[in-house]
């Protein structure tokens, strides 16, 4: 008996220390996590306590100045490239090193070896789709300029010194959380970052659903219910605007459409996600007769921030913006003499072609007439506690083939056909990098001319302003040389006509200089008129935005960085302004009960404004969510036939002008529905919806509280988001905030002599959620205002708030 308690003694604590020191689940290693020494306790950071003053590094050349300010922003004065770039890797990695691997983890198809099998589709669908490859393509173009090849490399080397002084106590949270350790950084990560967000911006994909509905719908019904060009529009290049140039011959399309297979999932209302602003206006409409220009890219919001606040000084360089973390150099951002910013071009990059296989080993595809071998890449995917798993990916000329099988309930695959290769801007070598080098160090318009050159994907619209009183905005990006429509559809991938056939001359992109009317301005909207001659999408995202910003800019005059502040925040709906006139009248009152009498008067005399405590923003944004539900589901909600609903632009001009389309009626029940019954029935859904979530109708219908804008964590990890946002905006307004998606980076800058830069971003610098600067500027965010950037001209200008100081010298 003594033998068997004495057993007991020994076997408990060793059974309990391998339950506290192994990871079950979600659950970290609580021991380790617990640890005092090294565990969650170790990452409370007071305001000055995360940073060294003095570091010996080996990499630098020689001594370089970091302040960092009162937001923890780090300002860089180095003495050459190479040191500036290897301190930005240093103090990027300093703040953002989980978040910087999560990301290049989650593009390389590498979440499994942290999270286990349940990452796999999404690992293998990262694969597929070619995220590494088209990273290994941009590493060739980034190392072949000596310039980007020095910037990568110094990056890389600055980060991985950061990485060697790491610690178990020192490790960031979400590494004790999912108990791993960080590997060293390499230069194909931070393409892979840049991949990552071409992918995010450019990888929407239409043509699956369109095949399909001119399948079942034909060719006249595409034409009327998905038109080439918008009902409504005001394009980013104002209307009328001249080209001067002799354009290349547009290739001739071929004289049929592929075919295609489809695969069970459900129809797609056209969800507006990704977006962004951009203006520029000219010194005659400000009160300093200098330009200024404002940009707020909307992205996917998240804890840690998308961007990283930066200053770089070195000779022939002194630029503040914000970086991704995880590449080197300033994307949005300003210097002494010239300021730029971007927004999403949503060019049509991205095309499938059915490939005919000669058999199942799928080694042969016919194509030109005649088999053509294909490759294959074998993708190795380590998987936490599992084996790892070879998932053998085809290649053919176009690209790769992304499934031969669609895996079950994976969304993320919606848009994609079987048997299909992907043809994709981004597996194209390139370097983006050169760009923003270029852009940072730019004193003038053609420097910005110049810099854009270099540019491939995504593509964006770069909005531009000098001190020199010159602005312009360029729709910029490497863009196939197309027939018209082509991509619109599924091609076939056994012509040679099908194929790109060479490139849109960059001096021919989409551009304007110094307009007549003093600015120039992006919301994603169609880039130009009818009169372009190259065919760059079909379709860009809904006009309202940008309708709104010219409307404003146009009555605009002595505007100072306050009025286009505020601005930036203006939750005035165009798409109200078109479709209330119409659908109100509508309504027939004597069936309505008292929540929805009184929701109507409150909808009547709404401003058609998204503020915070409007009732009636809340009601009208459900009702025509409905509406548009009620027109389109019966016809386009097909099983085993994906497809998407039309436009919100063709539904608004069906509403207007066609009221008693064919369109109107429900096909699936006996009577014939009108526009009045959709209208009524959209607007008793909406009322009940709301009153059942809600209650009886009151403040607690107000559009912040139903809008639920918050900012979560980066891997949804519980506690590390930010409380619920009452804020206002919407997606069709200026200030294009919904749930978890918004203005990721609000920026002015006011050009002159002396650039002034004004700036915040919701989030903060560090990624610690133990540091008082991982959220501390989402309230400034949220409530609408910007903090004074100190662009600072040496490491102890005293027009900056610094609070502490870090000197790296040479080991």
């Not at 088209?134 to 173009?141: I, L, V």
């Not at 304007?512 to 919301?523: T, Y």
């Not at 069906?654 to 009524?680: G, M, R, Y």
Request: one cysteine or more.
């Amino acid at each position: 008996m003594n033998k068997i308690k004495a057993l007991v003694c020994v076997i408990i604590p060793i059974l309990l220390a391998y339950a506290l020191n192994t990871k079950f689940g979600n659950t970290p290693p609580l021991l380790k996590f617990l640890n005092p020494f090294t565990g969650f306790w170790q990452n409370a950071e007071g305001k000055t306590t995360a940073i060294k003053t003095n570091l010996a590094l080996k990499g630098t050349l020689q001594n370089v100045d970091i302040a960092f300010d009162d937001r923890m922003i780090p300002h860089i004065f180095a003495k050459n490239d190479h040191d500036v770039y290897y301190a930005q890797g240093y103090v990027t990695a300093m703040h953002r090193l989980w978040q910087m691997d999560f990301q290049t983890r989650y593009a390389a198809g590498r979440l499994s070896e942290v999270v286990g099998k349940k990452a796999i589709e999404l690992d293998r669908y990262q694969r597929r789709m070619g995220m590494v490859y088209g990273a290994e393509k941009s590493m060739e173009g980034m190392m072949a300029d000596p310039k980007s090849k020095e910037m990568v490399l110094a990056y890389t080397a600055g980060i991985n010194a950061y990485i060697h002084s790491l610690n178990s106590a020192s490790l960031p949270l979400e590494y004790k959380i999912l108990d791993f350790k960080p590997e060293d950084w390499t230069p194909l990560k931070c393409a892979l970052l840049l991949k990552q967000m071409s992918a995010v911006l450019a990888m929407g994909s239409d043509e699956f659903y369109m095949t399909n509905i001119r399948k079942k719908f034909g060719t006249d019904v595409v034409k009327d219910l998905f038109p080439d060009y918008p009902f409504k529009e005001d394009p980013i290049i104002p209307v009328g605007t001249k080209w001067d140039f002799k354009p290349l011959p547009i290739p001739a399309p071929p004289a049929a459409f592929g075919e295609m297979n489809t695969a069970n999932i459900k129809t797609q209302e056209k969800i507006e996600g990704i977006g962004s602003n951009n203006w520029a206006i000219s010194g005659a409409k400000t009160l300093s007769g200098s330009p200024i220009l404002a940009n707020d890219p909307h992205l996917d919001l998240t804890l840690p921030s998308i961007w990283y606040q930066i200053q770089l000084h070195a000779p022939g360089l002194n630029a503040y913006g914000v970086s991704l973390p995880g590449a080197p150099g300033i994307i949005i951002g300003f210097n002494q003499n010239i300021a730029w910013g971007v927004t999403n071009v949503a060019a049509d990059v991205l095309d499938f072609y059915q490939i005919k296989f000669k058999d199942n080993s799928h080694k042969s595809y016919w194509y030109n007439n005649k088999w053509n071998n294909t490759s294959t890449r074998l993708e190795k995917i380590k998987i936490l506690g599992e084996k790892t798993e070879v998932d053998t990916v085809f290649y053919t000329h176009h690209g790769p083939v992304v499934y031969l099988q669609k895996p079950k309930d994976f969304s993320k695959a919606a848009n994609v056909p079987i048997g299909n290769a992907l043809r994709w801007i981004a597996h194209e070598k390139s370097n983006e990098l050169r760009t923003f080098y270029l852009l940072n160090r730019g004193k003038n318009y053609n420097d910005y001319r110049n810099a854009l050159t270099y540019y491939t994907a995504p593509a964006q619209n770069f909005a531009f302003a000098s001190a020199d009183n010159d602005i312009s905005i360029t729709a910029n990006g490497k863009f196939p040389l197309k027939w018209k429509d082509q991509g619109k559809f599924i091609l076939d991938g056994t012509d040679p006509k099908n194929d790109w056939q060479g490139w849109i001359p960059a001096s021919q992109n989409p551009t304007v200089k110094n307009p007549p009317r003093n600015f120039v301005s992006s919301a994603n909207q169609s880039s130009t008129d009818q009169t372009y001659p190259y065919y760059i999408n079909w379709e860009f995202s809904p006009y309202e935005r940008g309708k709104r910003i010219n409307d404003r800019l146009s009555a605009m005059t002595k505007a100072t960085a306050d009025s286009i502040r505020l601005m930036q925040t203006d939750s005035y709906s165009i798409f109200a302004q078109n479709i209330l006139p119409y659908i109100l009248p509508k309504i027939s009152q004597l069936d309505l009960n008292a929540t929805q009498k009184e929701a109507f008067r409150i909808t009547s005399e709404w401003n058609k404004y998204y503020g915070p405590q409007s009732v009636g923003a809340s009601v009208f944004d459900l009702w025509t969510k409905r509406i548009m539900f009620n027109i389109w589901n019966d016809e386009f909600t097909v099983d085993d036939v994906p497809m998407r609903f039309p436009s919100r632009d063709r539904t608004v001009q069906l509403i207007q002008k066609d009221p008693n389309s064919k369109w109107f009626d429900n096909i699936n029940t006996p009577a014939k529905e009108t526009l009045e019954d959709a209208v009524n029935e959209a607007f008793k859904y909406a009322c009940d919806s709301l009153e059942r979530k809600y209650g009886a109708i009151s403040m607690d219908w107000a559009w912040a509280n139903v809008k639920h804008t918050n900012v979560p964590h980066l891997a949804k990890i519980p506690g590390f988001g930010s409380k619920v946002l009452l804020t206002g905006g919407g997606k069709m307004t200026i200030n294009a905030l919904s749930e978890t998606n918004g203005p990721s980076w609000r920026m002015v800058i006011e050009l002159g002599k002396k650039p002034k830069g004004h700036g915040v971003f919701p989030g903060g610098q560090s990624g610690n959620p133990g540091s008082p600067f991982y959220d501390n500027m989402i309230d400034t965010w949220a409530s609408g205002k910007l903090y004074d950037l100190y662009f600072m001209q040496s490491p102890n200008d005293p027009a900056a708030k610094i609070i502490t100081q870090l000197k790296i010298t040479k080991k």
